[in-house]
């Protein structure tokens, strides 16, 4: 009896052993508040228009006065573009968008620098990525389809269903890097 009793008291051990061994200490993760659960450039087509999207999962209760900023990449070169979003404790998630973007280039990858700060302005994290697009620029209309939330057709590009326009202005993408 006793040795049934020592094989189940070194079983338990070897079980307990191999839980503990399973268990997250925290060195990886420790002070993360956040993590990328999402990132990618939308074209919007019929706004003729394209984004940088990050979307955050939050890896801790979000505390009051937090905020995210982001510095994208300016794919048409000069200073990065800046956006600061307050973070909402009872959403879960926090979405970064950037303003529209000209000059993207496929296949290139762009930097996108994320922080969060505190109420404070104390920077508790802070998140670096790169995001490569699977298209140029180029794919989107030289002008938005609609004009209104009815999806009233561009007058300016009658006669042009793809919205391109021969002569069309195209922005500068000399200084892109």
């Not at 937090?66 to 000069?78: D, L």
């Not at 021969?166 to 890097?177: E, F, I, R, T, V």
Request: with cysteine; net charge positive; hydrophobic share 40%.
């Amino acid at each position: 009896m006793s040795r049934k009793i020592l094989r189940l008291v070194g079983a338990a051990l070897v079980a307990a052993t191999m839980l503990s061994a399973c268990r997250d200490t925290g060195r990886d993760g420790e002070g993360r508040l956040f993590e990328i659960s999402g990132k990618l450039f939308v074209f919007n087509y019929r706004l003729a228009r394209a984004t940088y999207v990050v979307t955050l999962r939050p890896l801790q209760p979000m505390q009051e006065g937090q905020v995210a900023v982001a510095s994208f990449q300016n794919p048409a070169g000069g200073e990065p573009l800046v956006v600061e979003q307050k973070v909402w404790p009872k959403l879960g998630k926090v979405s970064l968008e950037s303003p529209a973007l000209f000059c993207i280039v496929k296949d290139k990858p762009y930097a996108i620098s994320i922080s969060i700060k505190d109420a404070d302005g104390a920077v508790l994290q802070k998140i670096d990525t790169t995001l490569m697009s699977t298209q140029d620029q180029s794919v989107l209309p030289d002008r938005p389809l609609v004009i209104d939330p009815l999806y009233t057709p561009n007058p300016e590009l009658a006669g042009h269903p793809d919205g391109k326009l021969p002569g069309a202005p195209k922005p500068d993408c000399s200084k892109a890097g």
